[in-house]
T-cell receptor
Framework: QQQVKQSPQSLIVQKGGISIINCAYE??????FPWYQQFPGKGPALLIAIRPDVSEKKEGRFTISFNKSAKQFSLHIMDSQPGDSATYFC???????????FGEGTQLTVNP | DGGITQSPKYLFRKEGQNVTLSCEQNLNHDAMYWYRQDPGQGLRLIYYSQIVNDFQKGDIAEGYSVSREKKESFPLTVTSAQKNPTAFYLC?????????????FGPGTRLTVL
């Protein structure tokens, strides 16, 4: 099974701080790396995504950093807010189809 | 409103019973997916379908079955062969399979075996 490893499992950050979640993958055929945000009792929603031909993508307070040689990518949440408290999943998709492989998830808590 | 609907939101089942979870989308998406979510294990793919009347096993298909008779519908049956069915089940859909298209998720069904 193709794997995506995510860390940390849980993260507590103070309001205004930077939240950083890391993921590592094994399959060099992965060509699309999305991050999903999930609130309790809801389905995940796409937050931001990156392709391996760029090293960074920024959308508002959310940034993906991508290191192709290390097979790692990370999500940075700047100026973290209590409303960002949720579970975050990284994922990866191979070139052979549409299925995504998800990381284990990170439960983020932003304290006021 | 366009989107994905799953029903019921909560479902209780006795051991030994089959149960079917509904998933409907009006986004005109070609591909549909079923995931299982357990604490600390992320989302694991059960089955997916890229076109009507065709579907493929995911990573944890044992004890589950699906059908794709219509483009907008992809029901999941949890059979009595599934040994640990209590979980949160998520349905998703996306446009044409081979592209950088977003997967949209439904609100989920929480299944509890009594």
């Amino acid at each position: 099974q193709q794997q995506v490893k995510q860390s940390p499992q849980s993260l507590i950050v103070q309001k205004g701080g930077i939240s950083i979640i890391n993921c590592a993958y094994e399959n060099t055929a992965f060509d699309y790396f999305p991050w999903y945000q999930q609130f309790p009792g809801k389905g995940p929603a796409l937050l931001i995504a990156i392709r391996p031909d760029v090293s960074e993508k920024k959308e508002g307070r959310f940034t993906i950093s991508f290191n192709k040689s290390a097979k790692q990518f990370s999500l940075h949440i700047m100026d973290s807010q209590p409303g960002d408290s949720a579970t975050y999943f990284c994922a990866a998709r191979g070139t052979s189809g549409s299925r995504l492989t998800f990381g284990e998830g990170t439960q983020l808590t932003v304290n006021p | 409103d366009g989107g994905i609907t799953q029903s019921p939101k909560y479902l209780f089942r006795k051991e030994g019973q089959n149960v079917t979870l509904s998933c409907e989308q009006n986004l005109n998406h070609d591909a549909m997916y079923w995931y299982r979510q357990d604490p600390g294990q992320g989302l694991r793919l059960i089955y997916y379908s890229q076109i009507v009347n065709d579907f493929q096993k995911g990573d944890i298909a044992e004890g589950y079955s699906v059908s794709r008779e219509k483009k907008e519908s992809f029901p999941l049956t949890v059979t009595s062969a599934q040994k640990n069915p209590t979980a949160f089940y998520l349905c998703a859909s996306s446009m044409a399979p081979r592209s950088y298209n977003e997967q949209f998720f439904g609100p989920g069904t929480r299944l509890t075996v009594l």
